[in-house]
Structure formats: structure tokens, C-alpha cells
């Protein structure tokens, strides 16, 4: 079957496809990559030197992230079964931590979700790919030394090997400078002192990345037992306004607490049946992990304006997709 389009229309897709082309052809974007490319080698090399083991992504399946906030559905049908394209793969972690023989795993997980266009908004893209791990029997104590571990790996290796692309962009690398551990404040701390909207004016003033700790969110976010209400979560702030650059917490891997949790955020358990089973059965383990996303990481080595700065093809909620 042909396609046709209107001539007025075909004429705004043509002035896209400058646009487009334009993008591919920045200057910058070479020097952008080479850094990005800089920051997921150190990754490597650090989760290989300190044994975590690196699984392969999965892009469907049958149950993914239910998230903490909406995004447009995504669904793929196949052989007569639904699958999600995977928002993450924070249950495929759980499951996976399951086996006797897997104590801590990571994955570079590419994510699909198809995010509301928000006026102003640097950060969001509708697909974009995150560096998660998991470790089991973890705690957030240990998740935080291991992150912070990480960053300052990573960041010390960019600093030494991209020298001349830092140049190139014309940006220092002062902010790369992180001295660990980093600070920490709890949601509501920021807030009494901040306002609403304490996660911008707290970034924008500090010079270090933080954790931000105790959000209200998704199910399987551990709470707090001995301090009903709270959350054993927490995300990671980059500094110079640059806001949340990592979201993680411990888990709820009790099958009671699970269900109550799914009940009070109205999950669909029908959905989730087989993940349940796993929990009744004691299957689940105790684990705690997180996730940093990269384009948000690259976008803060690199000093750029916003998160499709160091894309290829666009991907800002609320704008026209060739490719
Ligand atoms: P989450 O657990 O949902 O916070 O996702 C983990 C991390 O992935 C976040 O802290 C971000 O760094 C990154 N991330 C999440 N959503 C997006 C998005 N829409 N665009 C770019 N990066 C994202
Ligand atoms: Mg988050």
C-alpha cells in the first residue's frame, strides 16, 4: 500500500529532516560521545573489577516497571501473549537474585517510557538507557559506598582520558572534581527548607551531588517498619541544577508486605500473579539496587543545556521523529 502526504505537510517533514540532519551533524556531538563512550568503559571496568556480574537487556516482557508516575502505554503482541516494552528491569533483578549463585548484577538497560511533554523539562527523554544493579542482602549504606565508588572512578577516568574532547567543548572539569562520601538529606528536610520545588533550588546551589532519601513511590520501594511511613529509597542529586541523576531503594521482598504494598497503590495484581507466587513462596530475596540513567550522567560531564544534547536522533517528549 502507497503512502501519501499533503504537500504543506511534506514541506514542515522536509524542514524536520534539516532539523535532523543538523542534529547528527553538531560539532560537539563526537566529542559528546567519545566522553559518554569514556564514562560506560569505566563502568565496566569497575563493576568487572569489583565482580558484579553484567546481564544482557531485555526489551519486552510481561510485567516491567510500574513507575510512580504516568506514561503512555507501550504494549507488544506476540504468539498470543502481551508483553510491555521494559520501562526497567527492576523485577527481572529481583527474580534474578533468586538464584543461589548470583550475589550482584547489573545491566545497561535500555528503557521506553513514553513521558507527557512538560514545558521547560532538560531531562526527560521517552527512551533512554540506564546503568542498574542489584545486589542481594545489600542495605542502602552499601549501595551508597558503591555508587559513590563508582562515580569517582568514573568521573577520575574522564578526567584523565578526555582531555582534548573537555577542551573541544570548551568546559572545565571542575565539577568532576566529587569528594566522597556525599551528603545526605531526607526529602522532607529539603522541603521544610526549600519549598516544593526543593529538588531544583537544592541542586542548583550545591557544587557536590547528594542523596536525597525517603520518597513515597513505587510498590516494591522498601518502607520503613520501625518508622511507618518512611521509605528505605533514595535518589542522587547531581549539583549546578543539574537535579536527580540515580533513583534507588531497598526492596520489599516479603510476600504480606508486597501485597499490602500493592494494595495500597493499587497495582494490578492479576498482572503481577506469577511475581506474587514467587514472593509466597519465599522465592524473592532481600535485595536493595539502583539505577543512574546515562544520557542524564553525560549530559552532566558535559556540562550541556539538556538531555537531547547528547543524543543522535531526537528523543524530547512532544517533538516531530523521523528516525
Ligand atoms: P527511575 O528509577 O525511574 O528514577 O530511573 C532511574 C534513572 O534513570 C533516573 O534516576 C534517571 O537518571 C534515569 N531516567 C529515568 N527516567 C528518565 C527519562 N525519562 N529520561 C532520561 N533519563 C531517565
Ligand atoms: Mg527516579
Redesign the pocket.
Known sequence: MKTYVLKDERKKELEVLDKALEKIGRKELPYILRVQQAILKAVDEYMYKKEITRIMPLMIAPITDTL?HDVEECEVKYEGQKFDITKSMIFHKQIMLSSPYLDKIYIVSPNVRLEQQEEGDKRHLFEFTQVDLEFKNADMDDIFEFEEGLMKYVFDYVKKECVDEFKALGIGTSHLDISIPFKRYTTQELKAKYGDDFEERASAEATQPFWLIN?K?EFYDAEDLEKPGTYRNY?LIWPRGYI?G??GGEREYKYDRILTRMRELDVDEGAFRNYIQLAKDGKIPKTAGAGFGVERMTRFVCQQKEIDDVTVFTRKPGQTYLF
Open positions: 510512580n520518597h513511590r535518589d536527580e540515580l533513583s
